[in-house]
C-alpha cells in the first residue's frame, strides 16, 4: 500500500513537473530497451504499481526510488546534476564550542 501524502503540505510546481519528466524518461528508456515493467519493476526492487507511479511522474514515490530506476537505466547523469563543490562546504566550522573539564555537565 503506497504511503499517504498529506494535502495540506502543498509541492512546489517546479518540483512536480521535474517528477513529472523525470516519470517520462523512464517510461521512454525503459521502452527503448524493451524491457517489460514487470522485469524492471523486480530489478529496482519495487511493486509494479510503484513502477507504474513512477512512470506517471506522482510525488507521492520516493526520490530514492526514482533515482534507482534512473541509475538502472543509465540515465542518471543526464537528468541530476551533481551539485559543484563549492555547495557542499560550509564557511562555519563548528556551532558550539567544545566542553571543557570546568562545565556543570561534565563527568
Not at 511522474?57 to 542518471?76: D, K, R
Request: proline share 7%; net charge positive.
Amino acid at each position: 500500500m503506497p504511503k499517504r501524502i498529506s494535502d495540506n503540505v502543498p509541492i512546489p510546481l517546479p518540483a512536480l513537473d521535474l517528477m513529472q519528466r523525470w516519470g517520462m524518461a523512464i517510461r521512454a528508456q525503459r521502452q527503448v530497451r524493451k524491457i517489460p515493467m514487470r522485469d524492471f519493476a523486480h530489478r529496482i526492487n519495487a511493486s509494479l504499481n510503484t513502477l507504474q507511479r513512477i512512470e506517471r511522474g506522482e510525488h507521492s514515490v520516493q526520490a530514492g526510488t526514482y533515482l534507482t530506476a534512473m541509475m538502472t537505466l543509465g540515465i542518471m547523469d543526464q537528468l541530476c546534476i551533481s551539485p559543484q563543490p563549492s555547495l557542499m562546504q560550509s564557511s562555519v566550522e563548528r556551532v558550539r564550542a567544545p566542553m571543557t573539564k570546568d562545565d556543570d555537565d561534565y563527568f
